[in-house]
T-cell receptor
């Protein structure tokens, strides 16, 4: 069975510092995709970054990078130079493939608070 | 570019009432999804569709129905509303849905309260 685990319900970081949000996953499918989304207090879901299971390099998008350790089944999000606007809920998600169906499973999220 | 549009944004229902949450997308995505998000929790998949005329159950389908008569529209029907269905509902769409790096695009959500 697929599973996404985010073990940090809440995190604090000082403005301009880097922060790592943890995500571990469990799947028996060799082909899968991992996504991170940001949900600010206004409620919308904003796509941040993607990592495919066959990607050789860790994904980066601006200040966001993904520390992908396939053998450990972890896909941690790293936010560099935190800004006050980074305060939000962050969700890790995994896309299931195979059998012609495509479903996504989300973790329970990590609430990040950036301190001035 | 409108993306994924959900209506209404807010709704209060009485127990036993029915309603339809509307979702439409203009990106020609063939995969569409309905999720619910309970307070402080992640998203749980209710139903999804891989194309017009094709729907399938997700993790929590009981009490809901969907239809997909067109590529653009994917309405979610609540029959006999119950307090346990109080939640925020998100509709999402994606291109091809898998084996690609295309993310899901989300609507702004519908906040539904059952009293």
């Amino acid at each position: 069975a697929q599973k996404i685990t985010q073990t940090q319900p809440g995190m604090f970081v000082q403005e301009k510092e880097a922060v790592t949000l943890d995500c571990t996953y469990d799947t028996s499918d060799p082909s899968y995709g991992l996504f991170w989304y940001k949900q600010p207090s206004s409620g919308e879901m904003i796509f941040l970054i993607y990592q495919g299971s066959y990607d050789q390099q860790n994904a980066t998008e601006g200040r966001y990078s993904l520390n992908f350790q396939k053998a450990r089944k972890s896909a941690n999000l790293v936010i560099s130079a935190s800004q006050l606007g980074d305060s939000a809920m962050y969700f890790c998600a995994m896309r299931e493939g195979g059998s012609g169906t495509y479903k996504y499973i989300f973790g329970t999220g990590t609430r990040l608070k950036v301190l001035a | 570019n409108a993306g994924v549009t959900q209506t209404p944004k807010f709704r209060i229902l009485k127990i036993g009432q029915s309603m339809t949450l509307q979702c439409t997308q203009d990106m020609n995505h063939n995969y569409m999804y309905w999720y619910r998000q309970d307070p402080g929790m992640g998203l749980k998949l209710i139903y999804y569709s891989v194309g017009a005329g094709i729907t399938d159950k997700g993790e929590v389908p009981n009490g809901y129905n969907v239809s997909r008569s067109t590529t653009e529209d994917f309405p979610l029907r609540l029959e006999l509303a119950a307090p346990s269905q109080t939640s925020v509902y998100f509709c999402a769409s994606s291109y091809q849905g898998g084996y690609s790096n295309q993310p899901q695009h989300f609507g702004d959500g519908t906040r539904l309260s059952i009293l």
